[in-house]
Nanobody, 124 residues
Framework: QVQLVESGGGFVQPGSSLRLSCAAS????????IGWFRQAPGKEREGVSC??????????YYTDSVKGRFTISRDNAKNTVYLQMNSLKAEDTAVYYC???????????????WGQGTQVTVSS
């Protein structure tokens, strides 16, 4: 069965960094679009980033609020996608979810597979 497992969340101070991991089983990540979404308490689930490869060319997408601070990457040998988060802000606090589907999208209901989420808390 398909399984996506996020890890790497934690409690950090503003300005610090975290690297989230999305480890997959039951599917090969390089054949899918892999997205990161986040959901803060009382807010809608928000698209953060996505990575996809077509004909050997890899595309990277970021929502405006994280551009220049977050970096998505993929290690095919480890079948793992990462989200490097730098210069973290309090507003980045949320549960972060890894998703997979056939193409990148900013709408969460287009993704077929989801991980369980990992908590990121940014606070002084």
């Amino acid at each position: 069965q398909v399984q996506l497992v996020e890890s790497g969340g934690g409690f950090v101070q503003p300005g610090s960094s975290l690297r989230l991991s999305c480890a997959a089983s039951g599917l090969t990540l390089e054949y899918y679009a892999i997205g990161w979404f986040r959901q803060a308490p009382g807010k809608e689930r928000e698209g953060v980033s996505c990575i996809s490869t077509t004909d050997g060319s890899t595309s990277y997408y970021y929502t405006d609020s994280v551009k220049g601070r977050f970096t998505i990457s993929r290690d095919n040998a480890k079948n793992t996608v990462y989200l490097q988060m730098n210069s973290l802000k309090a507003e980045d606090t949320a549960v972060y979810y890894c998703t997979a589907d056939s193409r990148c999208s900013w709408t969460p209901d287009t993704y077929h597979y989801w991980g369980q989420g990992t908590q990121v808390t940014v606070s002084s």
